[in-house]
């Protein structure tokens, strides 16, 4: 016999749709290994699902799933844990979740939740950036001054000067909000300061409480 052949037939499953293929008498076992679908048809449908699989979309989408669904993932406390559940029609469906959201806008987008209350759902879920997402996050505070409400971070932002040092103004030197955020970073050695007057209250500077 032709060394090139199996001495005994061989089988194996079609790894789409799951048909068993049967090695023909005669096949050389080149041709066999090559020859691992059913049909062109299911080949293409193969190529297909491997494509989407190597999308970052679908990465995000597992990641989802499994910690919502997943008592062992290190982090269902936070989500599956308390409650925070993935729609049946996306946990089923890697196509219905990216139908729904659409192409990943950038490396630096992932999935956000408005409501952080509610789960991976229809409505309340988008792409963000961390900056985005910060926003929203349950620890986020909005404080309004100056005719505007910005969240805490935003103001930090704009005036220049840590989320800490704010925080430290508002919370432990128990500055007014507009007297907190009317004031930029103090630059240079700190210094003795008298109680400051802002709109008729006397309050201290940061780290000098009353």
Known sequence: MNPCLWDELDRRACPDCGAVLVQKYGESARDWQTRRFCSRACMVTHQNKNRRHSKPEYDVWSAIVQRCTNPKNPSWPRYGGRGIAVCE???????????AVGPRPSPKHSIERQDNNRGYEPGNVKWATLLEQARNKRTNRYLTAFGKTQTLSEW???????????????????????????????????????????????????????
């Open 156 to 210: 930090a932002r704009e005036i220049g000067v840590g989320i800490a040092t704010l925080i430290s103004r508002i919370d432990i030197a128990k500055w007014p909000i507009e007297l907190a955020l009317a004031n930029g970073p103090q630059r240079g050695r700190r210094r003795k300061h008298h109680p400051e007057k802002f709109n008729g209250v006397v309050s201290a500077p940061c780290g000098e409480g009353h």
């Open 89 to 99: 029609e996306w946990r089923l469906s890697f196509d219905a979740f990216f139908a």
